[in-house]
């Protein structure tokens, strides 16, 4: 018999960080992964209570452990967050497509997150990071709801003080706050960039990728050029279950980042437009 | 071709009852259903079809993909799959098989599970005698003399069976009994091919469809038949379920005697619950959207992606469904 697909390896949590009152961030150990893009995926195993998919959230290059930014939202996500550091959850990958990081050398690139989309796209930041000078301009536009929902608040300032051009938004106010408000459709113009040839890369609910896609073409980015992370139910993450099958695509294969041009082939409601 | 006379095959079918697990068509309460045979005479081959396909001696409806032990920390995973021959499975079941292997054999992940039962099961399929009405299995080219999927294709004709080799394994079984078979004369081919004419002509549907228009079914459709077809749905789930080609699949996992235990079985896009996620969103929220999904999958999704159908015309699904929807209908349309 073959490599058995489904059943995961075990690894423990090393580290847990809260990032916002309902999301935590992973850390395991060992990485089991050979290597993996930023922008892929993996499954979670909770032994005795389900898996489910996730961003990696770490960065390629950190060959030790493997990070994953989880929010509280189902069976097996509440179950991670009751886990405690030593304890032992299953992990197999990486699956699916990440971000187009061939494509990116020597260009402007756009990072486009809200609220917890940001995390497959931290993979990226650090990812980029680790290469600097590789690169032309990095900008990074965020929002979340509230100040307190935005993610890696610790680590924005270090990614700023590495040459990423950071533009924060939040959608409410908080005592204290000094950046803009509005939905990150707002901050969209701010970063210049060469429009025609930079990458563009986003992720976040389906409602703001929506807008977004729409206000990026408005602002002059090249269709060819925007990407987006999309997510979907998965019990197996290898093309086989038929889950996050949409219109001859499966988002664990062909996803989960997808070109603009191959979204709008998508159906409606896996598409974001 | 090789001929196979009455009493030779009754011999064949006692030689492998005494060496092999033979799964056949076995009458209860008045279906017909595989089970493992003690003699051959517990097969009935008799049938125009068994009530429920064979899919699950391949893709059992539950079955346990790991178990791991914390304490020990031994991780057990089953192998699949008793070296058994199934006998008398009808073409259009046997053609399912080929959807599977495309499917599930796919690299660079192939499912070791369905793997590891596909090579040991010998799948001997039996021609069909008389095609039911809502058979359509011509139209896909899936029967109803010969399938896609099997190891060796029986036709009954006077005095015995045609035998076809399909596969090396077919061939190597053909020989182990070599001296039960003869070559096919000229008066058993001609009546294969009377029969061949016969059972085409006697095939209930005539629908011609075209691949180049199937393959485009997802943009052309228009929602009119499936909004119809989805306000009677009451999503039982039996399409799904009894469909040959089905294999979409859900995991469960738990913990049972010491062990953590995770199990894969048959899942249906027919339920809300198979693309719904935890924070609610779903993507395919309507049931018309699941029924486009159904049919767009096996009808232009699979074809696209394999150069086969996703549906062999075994009619299960329209003689089943409580609420009279048929596939038919979307080929005669839009086929």
């Known amino acids: ?273 | 071709m090789l001929f196979l006379d009455e009493d030779g095959f009754k011999r064949l079918l006692e030689q492998l009852v005494s060496n092999i697990r033979v799964i056949a068509p076995v009458e209860t309460d008045g279906y017909f259903e595989f089970k493992t045979i003690k003699h051959g005479g517990e097969a009935s081959l008799d049938y125009s079809n068994t009530r429920l396909p064979p899919k699950r001696f391949f893709l059992p409806q539950r079955e346990v993909v790991f178990k791991h032990d914390p304490k020990t920390r031994a991780l057990h995973e089953p192998m699949g799959g008793l070296e058994a021959v199934l006998l008398g499975v009808r073409p259009c079941d046997a053609s399912a098989l080929n959807i599977f292997d495309s499917v599930l054999l796919k690299p660079p992940n192939p499912d070791p599970f369905y793997e590891s039962r596909r090579r040991s099961i010998t799948v001997v399929s039996l021609s069909c005698a008389k095609p039911r009405e809502e058979c359509f299995c011509n139209v896909f080219e899936a029967g109803p003399i010969r399938g896609s999927g099997e190891d060796i294709t029986l036709t009954r004709i006077t005095g015995g069976f045609l035998v076809e080799a399909r596969s090396r394994r077919g061939q190597s079984l053909v020989e182990v009994s070599a001296s039960l078979f003869e070559e096919a004369g000229p008066e058993h081919l001609e009546e294969y091919g009377e029969l061949t004419c016969r059972l085409t002509r006697e095939m209930n549907s005539r629908i011609e469809i075209s691949r180049e228009r199937l393959v485009r079914l997802e943009a052309t459709l228009d929602e009119g038949f499936f909004q119809q077809a989805a306000q009677r749905c009451v999503e039982c789930s039996l399409c799904s379920f009894t469909c040959p080609v089905c294999y979409c699949f859900d995991t469960e996992d738990y913990f049972e005697k010491n062990a953590y235990v995770r199990t894969k079985g048959w899942d249906t896009c027919a339920s809300t619950l198979f693309t719904r996620m935890a924070s609610g969103l779903d993507p395919r929220v309507s049931r018309v959207d699941r029924f486009c999904h159904r049919f767009c999958h096996k009808l232009s999704r699979i074809p696209m992606a394999f150069n086969s159908f996703g549906c062999v015309g075994c009619g299960r699904c329209v003689s089943l469904c409580p609420v009279g929807v048929d596939i038919r209908e979307v080929l005669k349309r839009w086929g």
């Open chain 1, 1 to 273: 018999m073959g490599l058995n697909p489904y059943a995961p390896k075990p690894a423990r949590i090393v580290r847990i960080r809260d990032e916002t009152p309902d999301t935590k961030t992973f850390t395991l150990s060992p990485n089991c992964f050979e290597g993996f893009t930023p922008g892929q995926f993996a499954m979670l195993t909770v032994y005795g209570v389900g898996e489910a998919p996730f961003s990696i959230c770490s960065s390629p290059l950190n060959k030790d452990c493997l990070q994953f930014s989880i929010r509280r939202m189902g069976r097996v996500t509440r179950m991670i967050h009751e886990a405690r550091v030593g304890d032992e959850v299953g992990v197999r990958g990486p699956y699916g497509r990440g971000w187009p990081v061939d494509r990116m050398k020597g260009r402007d690139i756009l990072i486009v997150g809200g609220g917890i989309g940001l995390a497959p796209l931290r993979s990226l930041v650090l990812h980029l990071l680790e290469g600097r000078e590789n690169y032309g301009e990095i900008a990074v536009c965020y929002g979340a709801r509230t100040p307190s929902l935005l993610m890696y608040r610790d680590e924005l300032g270090e990614w700023a003080g590495r040459g990423v051009k950071l533009y924060l938004t939040v959608d409410v106010g908080e005592e204290g706050w000094e950046g803009s408000v509005g939905v990150v459709t707002t901050i969209l113009g701010k970063p210049e960039l060469d429009k025609a040839d930079a990458i563009v890369c986003t992720c976040g609910p389906p409602v703001m990728i929506r807008f977004v896609l729409r206000r990026l073409v408005e602002l002059g980015y090249s269709k060819e050029n925007i990407y987006a992370s999309l997510e979907s139910r998965m019990r197996c993450g290898i093309g086989k279950c038929g889950h996050c099958h949409f219109g001859g695509k499966h988002v664990c294969l062909d996803g989960p980042v997808f070109q603009y041009r191959e979204m709008t082939s998508l159906p409606k409601g896996i598409s974001p437009f």
